[in-house]
């Protein structure tokens, strides 16, 4: 399962079930939390003008990126890459960190406040594999700019941006990541990420 936890791009246009949509944000609830704040926040984004507001968005967004690779090798291979699913994808989810949640009491953040983040993270994670064992696929868009994608699905000002999340059935299911089969980047060894001191 964890091999093929894949950050899926392309879409079938299949609905997804809501009882599977509800079990998913059920599971990715069971999350740990720091203090047990349960910091995360998901909009569902069901309003089709803003379904395409965000894609217009992204896409404005991923041109302004390519920008950094400009007169580089990577500039066109940037440009040809599918970099989000939002106009295939059948459920779109922003998930957000409450910074100020009234659950937890502040345990644990007095020195690591990021740690509520840390703890939405997971509960994304949770939502991942939950997607996988239901033959769902996941997205993360991270191209965005956050206070736009704020302003544009008007939450609280406490609220920040962790993710924005596209869901449903993949066109298609490989174990090789697909930035790995279209020559971005290959997954390189887990033992060089492993150090002791």
Known sequence: MLRWRRDVRQFDRRA??????R????CAALAPSVGNA??????????PDICKALAAHVDGQSAHAAERYAGQERHDHYLSLKLHGLREAPELIAVFCDEQPEAGHGLGIATMPEMLRYSCVLAIHN?????????????WVSIVDPPAVHALLD?????SLIALLCIGYPADISDTPELEQRGWQPREPWADRVFER
């Open 23 to 26: 079990a998913l944000l059920a």
């Open 155 to 159: 939450v609280p000002a406490t609220w």
């Open 16 to 21: 997804v079930a809501e009882a599977d949509m």
């Open 127 to 139: 939502l991942w594999l939950a997607a996988r064992l239901r033959g769902l696929g996941l997205g």
């Open 38 to 47: 349960q910091p995360w926040r998901f909009v569902r984004i069901r309003t």
